[in-house]
Structure formats: C-alpha cells, structure tokens
C-alpha cells in the first residue's frame, strides 16, 4: 500500500487483524519499525528481495555454464531481444542440472 498517510496505512492493518503473523510483505512505503512490533511480526520481506530470490537459480546456473554468458550479456544490450524459447531453455537446463545433482 503506498498511500502517504501513515495514520490510514495503520488503521487498515488494525482492521485487517493480525494475531501473529509470521511474515509481512511491506510495499515501497515502509511504516516504522515500532508498527512490526506492535504486531509482532518476525520477518519483514520487501517486494524486490523476492524478485532476487527468483532471479538467483538463473544467476547461480550460469555462473557454472559459461557458454550462458552471451545470453546473459543480451540482457544489457536493449536493442536485442530475447525469445521466450531462450528463457526457457535456461528454465529447462536448472531443472535437468537441478535433477542430476538429486540423483548423484
């Protein structure tokens, strides 16, 4: 929620009702720390720490495969698109990667 009224952010976490709520996903407006524990909440987790966790098999993969580094250069380079069938191809090998080291 981003609205900039901190008094109208709190008032709808007190109608939402939290009993202990083991995460809380905070938008990129992030309400004092003394909110969190009124709630007592444990975790506090920001929207682009998820798109890391996402991010980080592709990134992990291709640091062990070099010949992905093109693919990866691609990316910084905007005048170049990138098909889906390359995306997945990436997605395909973590996956047979990800089972061969299950199986060894």
């Known amino acids: 929620y981003?609205?900039?009224s901190f008094d109208f952010y709190q008032k709808i976490l007190r109608r939402?009702?939290?009993?202990r709520p083991l995460?809380?996903?905070a938008s990129s407006f992030t309400p004092p720390l003394e909110l969190f524990k009124n709630f007592?909440?444990?975790y506090i987790l920001f929207?682009?720490?998820i798109y890391r966790m996402m991010l980080y098999p592709v990134f992990s993969?291709?640091?062990r495969n070099k010949s992905l580094e093109n693919l990866l250069?691609?990316?910084k380079?905007?005048?170049?698109?990138?098909?889906t069938k390359k995306v997945f191809k990436i997605i395909e090998d973590i996956n047979k990667n990800s089972a061969n080291r299950r199986c060894q």
């Open 2 to 4: 981003t609205e900039p």
């Open 61 to 63: 993969f291709t640091n």
């Open 40 to 42: 007592n909440v444990k």
């Open 16 to 19: 939402l009702s939290f009993q």
């Open 77 to 83: 380079n905007v005048k170049q698109l990138i098909g």
């Open 73 to 75: 250069k691609s990316f």
């Open 23 to 25: 995460l809380f996903i």
């Open 47 to 49: 929207p682009n720490q």
